[in-house]
Structures are given as C-alpha cells and as structure tokens.
C-alpha cells in the first residue's frame, strides 16, 4: 500500500456532477443539520461556563455584560461607521462612503 492512500478519501468517489439533484439536496441538509448540531452543543458549552462562574463568583456573570455593553458602545462611538449598513444609513452599497449626497 502506498503511503500517499488514505482510506478517508477514496479513489472511487463519484463525480459530483453525476449525483442525482436529491442526493445533493439531501447532502446539503445533512451538513445543515451538523452545523446547526455544532452550534447548539456550543450554546450549551457556554451556558455551563456561565452557570460555573456564577457559581463560583456570584454576579460575575452580569458584572461581565455590563462592561461589555460599555465596551461596546466606547467602540462604535470611536468608529460610527463599523455599524452602519446601507439600510441603517439610507444609502445604497454603492454610495456607501462616497462624498457625494
């Protein structure tokens, strides 16, 4: 056996092109379902951080978000215009940061 073969990538593998469009659009819900799968197990991963730093610091938690938000609101005033998108500031993508009005 070569030492190049791996076993995880076949030689046979069928040429997308010729797979059926149900076979894709079945491929393509499966890998929407592990990735929504991905988020809700990290979702639970940090409910846990939290649930465990409330535990151990009470209020951390909140005293966390808290300085977030100002953090948060520090920045955009620092840059209003990392916020802004065409709709929230009337202009179409086009104009988007021309000089003209």
Known sequence: MPLHESSAFPENLP???LLP????????????????YYYKVM???????????DGL??????????N?????KQFLERDPTCGATPKSSRKDAETMGSEEE
Do not use: Y
């Open 15 to 17: 040429d997308p092109k």
């Open 21 to 36: 469009t149900v076979e894709v659009d079945e491929m393509l819900t499966k890998i929407q379902h592990s990735h929504g």
């Open 43 to 53: 979702n639970i991963e940090i409910w846990a951080l939290v649930e465990t730093l």
């Open 57 to 66: 610091f009470p209020g951390a938690w909140g005293q966390f978000m808290t």
């Open 68 to 72: 977030r938000q100002i953090a948060v």
